[in-house]
């Protein structure tokens, strides 16, 4: 049974990642909740079949597919020019941010998000181009299976996985 410290100050579930700076940690916190407030689930650190990781993966109750690709800082962003990679993976996209960085560094084609580690705000939307069906379930089936590991490792922390999906 737990005590009142534990219900005032609940513990994580899961250990934070470690990839990330502490900026980008706040950023995945406040998208994770922006998207959570609309009725999405969301997973942090997706692996694709590509075998690309995208930072946050959210399906909606309908089975929208949305990606958000967090860029902490300028240099952040100047480095890393995988992100087109992960439109075949999704029906949306996004980039979220801190409210630092200069937005017009960002391309005006994609969603853009603003976000800390309290929450988020969608600056613009993203285009909607719907995944064929093929693409769509084989993400869908990644998703749910990745969720169902995270459920089992918290259940039981011992437990043995192939690290196939």
Same mark, same amino acid.
């Given at each position: 049974?737990s005590d009142?410290?534990?219900?005032?100050?609940?513990?994580p579930?899961l250990?934070?990642?470690?990839?990330?700076s502490? #900026?980008a /940690?706040?950023?995945? &916190?406040?998208?994770?909740r922006?998207?959570?407030?609309? $009725?999405?689930v =969301?997973?942090? *650190?997706? #692996?694709l /079949?590509?075998?690309? &990781?995208?930072?946050?993966?959210?399906?909606?109750?309908? $089975?929208?597919l =949305?990606i958000? *690709?967090?860029k902490?800082?300028?240099?952040?962003f100047?480095a890393?020019?995988k992100?087109?990679?992960?439109?075949?993976?999704?029906?949306?996209?996004?980039?979220a941010?801190p409210?630092?960085?200069?937005?017009?560094?960002?391309p005006?084609?994609?969603?853009?998000i603003?976000?800390?580690?309290?929450?988020a705000?969608?600056?613009?939307?993203?285009?909607?181009?719907?995944?064929?069906?093929?693409?769509?379930?084989?993400v869908?089936?990644?998703?749910a299976?990745?969720?169902?590991?995270?459920l089992h490792a918290?259940?039981?922390?011992?437990?043995?996985?192939?690290?196939?999906?």
């Amino acid at each position: 049974m737990s005590d009142s410290s534990t219900i005032l100050n609940p513990q994580p579930l899961l250990p934070p990642d470690g990839r990330q700076s502490a #900026t980008a /940690a706040g950023i995945q &916190r406040g998208v994770r909740r922006l998207f959570a407030q609309l $009725g999405h689930v =969301t997973i942090p *650190e997706f #692996t694709l /079949a590509s075998g690309r &990781r995208a930072d946050v993966i959210a399906l909606s109750a309908n $089975g929208v597919l =949305t990606i958000v *690709e967090i860029k902490s800082s300028v240099a952040d962003f100047r480095a890393d020019r995988k992100w087109p990679d992960y439109q075949d993976f999704c029906d949306r996209f996004y980039f979220a941010v801190p409210e630092s960085l200069p937005l017009d560094i960002l391309p005006e084609d994609r969603g853009l998000i603003v976000a800390d580690s309290f929450g988020a705000a969608i600056l613009r939307e993203s285009v909607h181009h719907p995944l064929a069906g093929a693409r769509r379930k084989a993400v869908t089936l990644r998703f749910a299976h990745a969720a169902a590991m995270t459920l089992h490792a918290l259940a039981d922390p011992d437990a043995v996985f192939d690290g196939r999906l």
